[in-house]
């Protein structure tokens, strides 16, 4: 059975840090590109950052220099590390996969595959 479990959300005052994960079964991760998409209230999810299989990475250009995408495939795990927190960052975090990936990884419109989604609050 596929699945993509989001966790680690919870509560952070601006400024601070916060890094979720994305458990996957069901599929070999090292062949699928791995995306982390965002809901605030009132806006369309969006792209926030990607990984092909081969690597390739790609962060939309809100979050450029303060998060980072990084995949550990033997343990079937995709993490997003989110430094400097901004309360513009809040929403509902959802992972994604796709098999391989290319250059338009931050589009809604790549992935079949998505998890449930974990609630970032960026808040004092």
């Known amino acids: 059975q596929i699945q993509l479990v989001e966790s680690g959300g919870g509560l952070v005052q601006p400024g601070g840090s916060l890094r979720i994960s994305c458990a996957t079964s069901g599929f070999a991760l090292e062949y699928y590109a791995i995306g982390w998409f965002r809901r605030s209230p009132g806006k369309e999810r969006e792209g926030v950052s990607c990984?092909?299989?081969?690597?390739?990475?790609s962060d939309a250009d809100a979050v450029k220099g303060r998060f980072t995408i990084a995949r550990e495939n033997a343990k079937n795990l995709v993490h997003l590390q989110m430094d400097n927190l901004k309360p513009e960052d809040s929403g509902v975090y959802y992972c994604?996969?796709?098999?391989?990936?290319?250059?338009?990884?931050?589009?809604?419109?790549?992935?079949?595959?998505w998890g449930q989604g974990t609630q970032v609050t960026v808040s004092s």
């Open positions: 994604a996969a796709v098999w391989g990936g290319n250059s338009r990884c931050l589009s809604v419109l790549e992935y079949d595959m």
């Open positions: 990984i092909t299989s081969q690597g390739y990475r």
